[in-house]
């Protein structure tokens, strides 16, 4: 009889172990009182749970685990951790995995081990156990004044729409299986493009887009002067912070470009600026006396955002201004490779005869935004000042990019890919103003660029505020590009901004009906 009570005594014994550690077979959950230790096995069963049909290896969620639970006061300072042994077979996991956890708290400092002892939580657990655990609000960052200013984003967010999107290519005449291949040729180079060196750009690119622009914008500059950086507004931020202090004057077209407003503000410049007509930038009627800017940003090939091109008489008064006022220009040649009537016109680059102009030109509307290259073409004086800004800065595009970019030109892939997308882009721009003139609507004033990517549409009745153009485009799915906000005066002449280069024409009657009904 003493025997069958002891038997049936184990098997109960049995039942009720077996029962306690038995789960899902995709969740392993560890109970209170598995372990040899009542009071770490009673805390740790309140939060331990691998789930073996996770992504994330089972190791790293028992330390997460643990990690967590010593961290919100669970598992206090000195308790001893169970054995590896114990725990793996308690959670129905192999060793390693519980020693693996194990090792990475210790690495972190959550634990130690003592020889003979186990694993202790450390005593700097302490910390946690003192911690009052209250709803707090996330903390309050100060920003410098600097800081405030490099936050303001003068230009709207857009919706994820391609209608009317100025600056916007047509990713889809990208060769991107081309690219593809390039990429893949660059990567195999491995170890010769894995280092540190070349902060102003790889010397292939650099002599890649020297005899490039020679060929189509006139500018003659050695290699070297070629400072790659990975975007136009890093070149446009660099360059303001290595030329201004606080309360320097920089000098703007009206209107002009947000993007330049934005990087002179967190540059703590003083902003002024001179009106645009037909021939481009007028400087005469600045008062150099009173006022006397150290950098002139022109946008002068296709000025942005209205579209003309400075005169040639325009382009040498701006040139006598800046050697006047010993100031630098920055040129922004945004898209100029885009050219649909005529000639392309020369860079102001190639009429500078005192090394005053700083040249901008960008790959992001020839190629694609995402591509992330861009460069500056600088005088020779300038080029030691750029290549350690660049190196500090850290805005410099991956090598790997780089080389299949200085490919894509060198063996012709890109003057082969700009002649159709600008045979493309001038259909799509005489189809928009056809459609537009097609409305007869007097108020509208067309313009009707040589080139680029957008053209603008100005108000001339009062009460069409191109805000509330916005904010009907909005309510059906269409974000449209305001011209008030590209003017710094108080004068804003209302209008559209619409870009066309990305307006496919199966697309076409539908988005112009959507811009009509959103015009009062």
Known sequence: MFVIWIKFLLIWLLYFTKKAITVD????????????KPHSARLAGKYIALDKAHDEPLNRQLYRSLREGITAGL??????LPSSRIFAANLGVSRNTVIAAYDQLALEGYTSAKRGGGTLVAKAAKAFA?????????????????GLLLQKDLRSDRLEVSHFQTGSPDGSLFPSDLWARLLRRSARLGGDLGGYEHFTGLPCLQEAIARNLV????????????IVVSTAQAALDLTARLFINPLDIVLLEEPGYLGMRIAAEAAN?????SPVDEFGIDVSLLDCKKYKPKLIYVTPSHQYPLGHVMSLERRLALLELAESAGAFIIEDDYDSEFHFDGD?????????????????GTFAKTMMPAHRVAYIVVPPALIAAYKGAVRNAGCVPGHNIQQATAWFLEEGFFRAHL?????????RRDQLISSLQAWNNPALDISCPAGGMQLVVKFDAAEIQDDSVRNNGLKQGYDF?????????????????????NMQHKNHDAAMRVLKSCIP
């Open 75 to 80: 598992i206090p300072a000195g308790e001893k």
């Open 215 to 226: 060929q189509s914008r006139g500018v003659v500059a050695q290699p070297e002067q070629v």
């Open 419 to 427: 002649r159709q997308m600008t045979g493309v882009y001038q259909l």
């Open 269 to 273: 410049a003083t902003l002024i600026s």
């Open 130 to 146: 003192n911690r009052e655990v209250t709803d707090t609000v996330p903390a309050s960052p100060v920003f410098s004044n600097l």
């Open 344 to 360: 392309p016109v020369s860079s102001l680059y190639g009429l500078d005869h005192q090394e005053r102009v700083i040249y901008v």
């Open 25 to 36: 077979p995709n969740l392993y959950i560890f109970r209170n009182h598995v372990m040899k």
């Open 481 to 501: 590009s305001r011209l008030s906000p590209f003017y710094l005066g108080a004068h804003r002449r209302q209008g559209l901004l619409l870009g066309f280069a």
